[in-house]
């Protein structure tokens, strides 16, 4: 079941990461808190194409690089913690996207990021 998981996570990582780069970029910039741009040297997009690299190589390691497992799902589960505030700044801000258009969609997806945390350690352990 581990594998079946961590598999799953791996696609989903790539194709997010190739969303990100791709044809969801517009929709992803609605995740990225007005904070980062605000005091960063990146605008929107610059942090949209950036987090899609990092996706896309986290759903290639978990699959080519299987000694490092542990490390990189580890990793990875950090990396969902850090952008969980991208998701709480869209819910906040009322920003739709992904077909989150109503305040108690952004909310309610808030409780799948935990999800993705546990299934990031878990599947790596």
Same mark, same amino acid.
């Given at each position: 079941?581990?594998?079946?998981?961590?598999?799953?996570?791996?696609?989903?990582?790539?194709?997010?990461?190739?969303?990100?780069?791709?044809?969801?970029?517009?929709?992803?910039?609605?995740?990225? /808190?007005?904070?980062?741009?605000e005091r960063g040297p990146l605008?929107?997009?610059?942090?949209?194409?950036a987090s899609g690299v990092v996706?896309?190589?986290?759903?290639?390691?978990?699959?080519?690089? /299987?000694?490092? #497992?542990?490390?990189?799902?580890?990793a990875l589960a950090a990396f969902?913690?850090?952008?969980? /505030?991208?998701?709480?700044?869209?819910?906040?801000?009322?920003?739709?996207?992904?077909?989150?258009?109503?305040? #108690?969609? #952004?909310?309610?997806?808030?409780?799948?990021?935990?999800?993705?945390?546990?299934?990031?350690?878990?599947?790596?352990?």
């Open positions: 079941m581990k594998s079946v998981v961590r598999w799953t996570v791996a696609a989903a990582m790539m194709f997010a990461g190739i969303a990100h780069l791709t044809f969801a970029r517009r929709d992803f910039q609605a995740q990225v /808190p007005d904070a980062i741009v605008d929107r997009d610059a942090v949209v194409v996706e896309a190589a986290f759903g290639l390691a978990l699959v080519a690089l /299987p000694k490092e #497992r542990r490390r990189i799902g580890a969902f913690i850090a952008i969980f /505030p991208g998701n709480i700044d869209q819910w906040r801000k009322g920003r739709s996207a992904f077909g989150l258009d109503t305040d #108690r969609k #952004r909310f309610v997806r808030l409780f799948f990021q935990p999800l993705l945390v546990a299934a990031a350690w878990w599947s790596t352990r």
